[in-house]
């Protein structure tokens, strides 16, 4: 959530724009579903409410595709971006047949990265480049 905070904050001041930040929690504390509605625009936003047709979705935890629908709010032609350690010749056995099927029916753009292994390798790299 802090990551998204500064998103907001970071697409507001510097793309001069209007942004919105609106988060809804799971009644647990730690390790609950936490959403991120982020909106930004030209025009300026008179109101609070979830974003229910997303130009862009973005998992951060590969359980959750199992867990949750997340494919259900976005629109046609969005961006679904899946943080997994999976590659692509495994997301055939990984992903649920309803979330397939609404990312074909939806003309999304499928991506998928690997943050832990890119945030290791920048630690990796980071201790061998230092004086």
């Not at 905070?5 to 936490?34: C, H, R, W």
Request: neutral net charge; hydrophobic residues 35%; charged residues 25%.
């Amino acid at each position: 959530m802090g990551a998204n905070k500064n998103a907001i904050t970071t697409i507001g001041l510097t793309a001069n724009k209007y942004a919105q930040a609106y988060f809804s929690y799971d009644s647990m504390k730690s390790g609950g579903l936490t959403q991120s509605h982020l909106r930004f625009g030209d025009d300026p936003i008179r109101s609070t409410y979830l974003v229910s047709m997303a130009d862009f979705v973005a998992v951060h935890a590969p359980t959750y595709v199992n867990k949750y629908d997340t494919t259900e709010d976005l629109k046609d032609g969005g961006i679904y971006l899946l943080n997994c350690p999976w590659s692509a010749e495994e997301l055939e056995d990984r992903l649920p047949a309803k979330m397939k099927r609404d990312l074909h029916h939806k003309h999304a753009r499928f991506y998928i990265i690997d943050a832990a292994k890119i945030a290791g390798e920048m630690i990796s790299y980071r201790r061998h480049s230092l004086p």
